[in-house]
């Protein structure tokens, strides 16, 4: 199956990100084989830094660094696949500048919704940041359901037991991009979640 195929975005309606950096994954996947869905924050500036860029991509090199930090040994987005680890955007385009309106992250959710039902299997959801958050508590809201992700710090929450349609849900924080490599104290929260999230989807 590929994911850019199934699912995206026609209309481009939202004003405070980047369209010409719009991507969705663009690879062959089995649904079957994803135990695991990983939403970070938005698509990059640059697309060659996105996880399935080919060459030196910074969200691959990140996001590599934080399962090795996590005691997972990858050296590669295609490992973190190989484990059952699909990794995608709550927001499809390129941030313009620092927040992402929240109309920009309901109207993608439309999006992250039909995504996520792609896989059927997946026992896990890991919500990196405040966007995927917010972005999950759209799709809940829109189908009448309570909040997956209660209001507050991460920090504060996301040691909870949280789930969305029979899914586990982790929140936490960014591992996609140049900040991760700064703030060592969200870094080491960020390896504990995904340690806990394989240990769960395994």
Known sequence: MRVDKCVGCTRFPCGDVNHDGYVVPAIDVRPGDVSTIMISEAAPADPRDYYY???????????VQAFNDAGVAVTSIKDVLRLGVYLTTAVKCAKTGYGIMAATIDECSIILEKELALFPKAKVVMLM????IKALNCIARRAGEKRVIPAGSTYK??????????RRVFPSYLQAG????????KRRMISEDIAAAVRLAK
Not at 129 to 132: E, F, I, K, P, S
Not at 178 to 185: D, G, L, N, Q, V
């Open 53 to 63: 860029a080919k060459g030196e991509a910074l969200y691959e090199r990140t996001t």
């Open 178 to 185: 140049p900040s991760f490599f700064i703030e060592k104290s």
């Open 157 to 166: 929450i996301r040691g909870g037991k949280y789930f969305f349609r029979d």
């Open 129 to 132: 940041g405040d966007v995927a």
